[in-house]
């Protein structure tokens, strides 16, 4: 939930430092700060935005060609100048910045002051890096990378670091175990990060650490080992980040942005996968699993957040179509409830970043029981990418605001893509029904740009909401997981309270709820449940509530009983999701804007949930 950078090499560090920084925001954003050594270790932190960091290093004196940033989001210690990152130890030889979380701190932070160790902060990384110069200082033998070792051997929790020490000033020493860490090789210098996005431009070859890896950063050089001394293999890989991709261009949010590269990015999922001349699906990164996957007798889908809303989907499209028994677990419960899982049991783990700590936990106990775990991830070399039998990359590029849009439409796309084609392994589906869904999903896209074109129109109806304070969003079938995505966008960066239910369990309770104040947003495009959805719509109509809407191309019936409507176009009934999400998106993403919320960087949260 933290963000990492370090450089070390021929150039003044800083500039690649704050860059990184504010690449790296979206991963947390309570308080920044930096370490640069020139001649001896300066320490600069503030609480804010990576920008509040940059206007207050304007009155400082620095310089040097090797430092560590760090951007937060607080577990330990309230956001504060003192709980930010860097942290110094006691006597200032070492400064470490830290991703994750030391679930031992408090005892070894009794042993430290036993010892005679003072702290500064309430935070579990100041213990860290005061055990290091304990090490440190128990022998004139022991290195700086010897007492990163020992000290790193007491720990138990995850961690993702990087660390400097004033007595060997020519290295950076990183390590990970369980946050996410990337060494970027360009000309002349070396980088670390928390993830490869921090580092474009800089760099043109990477190395994804793992789990259990250190490495020594040198302006030359790099060792890499594992934190009990014993040589690991290098991989090296070819650095694919293309610079454009991360401006917001002429969009105001980032999040504005990738709502609207939505029909391009469906166009690149589909990319040499879907090939309507063949009338078939190639899913390249399944080959070596198909045979198993077609035989399986049960899926388990998990995920967290957006991610498990398109589970609920992919479960739809695969019983609908392949007939596979499906089961969508959220990866916080599965991992912790010891689940009965058998070896002809595929587990199926989505995740936009590939780093989420519970699905990565989930991924590793899935494996443990003997399950084949597929992945479906966005990051290119994520832990979950790298971790699982095998996957799909969902191609959806980089994603920068925290709520996740085009990644959700992308990882839609691969599980309709999968449901497909396992269907027609498995001969469940029919060559007619087959090709239709084909030829039908490769016109989404623009039905997709078709929406896009009513921002305007959804941009006035959240002006009409942009103060309520709870709000209802009512799906049928494949489109309640829709409803319930819906809310959590609306929830995560307007701070409405928006809950998301199946339309058939208002009687039960719910519609109390309802009276002219509550909007309640309902998704009732011609499929199956259309009739049932339209009497949903006149149970709210008849307690006054104040209805929006998503509503097929022509219905001229549903639009005279709402307060609201926004058109979708008429598509399969196992596509609808697809198009059915993205009015959501945009009422979510207006209504932000009207209540001035940080519709990018929303309180609280981070891109990419590292921690427990
Ligand atoms: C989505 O808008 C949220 N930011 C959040 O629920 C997210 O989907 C969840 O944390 C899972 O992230 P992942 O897909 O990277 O694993």
Redesign the pocket.
């Known amino acids: 939930m933290c963000g990492i950078i370090g450089y070390i090499g021929d150039h003044d560090a800083y500039p690649f430092l704050i860059k990184g920084l504010k690449w790296l925001e979206y991963r947390g954003y309570d308080s920044a700060g930096m370490a640069l050594f020139n001649g001896h270790l300066s320490i600069f932190r503030k609480m804010g935005k990576v920008a509040d960091l940059e206007s207050y290093m304007q009155n400082q004196e620095f310089g040097g060609k090797t430092g560590i940033g760090h951007t937060r989001w607080a577990t330990h210690g309230e956001p504060s100048d003192n709980n930010a990152h860097p942290h110094g130890s006691m006597n200032g030889w070492f400064t470490i910045v830290h991703n994750g979380i030391i679930e031992n701190y408090a005892e070894l932070k009794e042993g430290l002051v036993n010892k005679g160790y003072s702290f500064r902060s309430e935070t579990d990384t100041e213990v860290l890096v005061n055990l290091m110069e304990y090490f440190y200082n128990q022998g004139t033998e022991i290195c700086a990378e010897d007492a990163v070792m020992l000290a790193l051997s007491k720990v138990t929790g995850t961690y993702g670091i990087a660390v400097l020490c004033s007595q060997e000033s020519d290295c950076i020493i990183a390590a990970r175990k369980g946050s996410p860490l990337s060494i970027g090789i360009g000309k002349g210098q070396f980088l670390i990060a928390s993830d490869a996005t921090a580092m474009a431009g800089f760099i043109n070859q990477v190395v994804h650490l793992n789990d259990g890896d250190l490495v020594v950063l040198k302006k030359d050089s790099f060792t890499l080992k594992s934190i009990s001394n014993k040589p690991v293999s290098v991989k090296i890989s070819n650095i694919d980040i293309h610079i454009g991709d991360i401006g917001k261009g002429s969009f105001d949010h980032f999040m504005l942005k990738e709502i609207h590269e939505q029909p391009r990015v469906m166009e690149d999922t589909l990319r040499g996968r879907l090939q309507p001349e063949k009338s078939d699906i190639m899913l390249g990164g399944l080959i070596s699993v198909m045979p198993d996957l077609v035989k399986s007798e049960r899926i388990i889908i998990v ?5 498990w809303h398109a589970a609920l989907i992919g479960e739809y499209l695969i019983e609908e179509f392949a007939r596979i028994p499906v089961e969508v677990e959220y990866a916080s419960e599965f991992r912790y409830r010891n689940p009965v899982i058998g070896k002809n049991d595929v587990v199926i783990l ?7 700590a519970d ?1 990565l936990a989930a991924l590793r106990l899935a494996r443990d029981k003997g399950a084949l775990v597929i992945g479906i991830c966005n990051v290119v070399g994520s832990t979950l990418a790298r971790d699982t039998d095998a996957g799909i990359y969902t191609h959806a590029g980089i994603e920068i605001g ?3 849009t085009k ?1 959700f439409t992308a990882q839609l796309t691969v599980l309709t893509l999968l449901a497909l084609k396992l269907a027609w392994e498995r001969k469940t589906i029919g060559s007619l029904q087959y090709t239709q869904h084909i030829n039908e999903l490769a016109g989404v896209p623009e039905k997709i740009r078709q929406i896009l074109l009513q921002s305007e129109k959804i941009r006035t109806i959240a002006e009409k909401h942009k103060s309520v304070r709870n709000s209802i969003y009512l799906g049928r079938g494949n489109l309640f997981p829709v409803a319930l995505e819906g809310a ?2 609306m929830k ?1 960066i307007s701070y409405i309270h928006a809950e998301g239910y199946a339309a058939g369990e208002m009687k039960h309770g719910p519609i109390a709820l309802v009276d002219e104040h509550l909007p309640v947003i309902v998704l009732a495009p011609r499929d199956e449940n259309y009739e049932k959805m339209a009497s949903s719509i006149q149970e709210v109509k008849a307690r006054k509530g104040n209805l929006i809407a998503i509503i097929s191309e022509g219905d001229n019936d549903i639009r005279e009983w709402v307060n609201d409507f926004i058109e979708i176009p008429e598509t399969l009934p196992a596509l609808i999701p697809l198009l059915g999400i993205i009015p959501l998106q945009l009422l979510a993403y207006h209504t932000a804007v009207y209540r001035e919320c940080n519709v990018d960087q929303p309180r609280n ?1 981070a ?3 590292t921690v427990e």
Do not use: D, R, W
């Open positions: 995920g967290c957040g957006t991610s989505i995740s936009q970043s590939g780093e989420t699905t925290v709520a996740s990644a959590l966008k995560e949260l891109k990419s949930v």
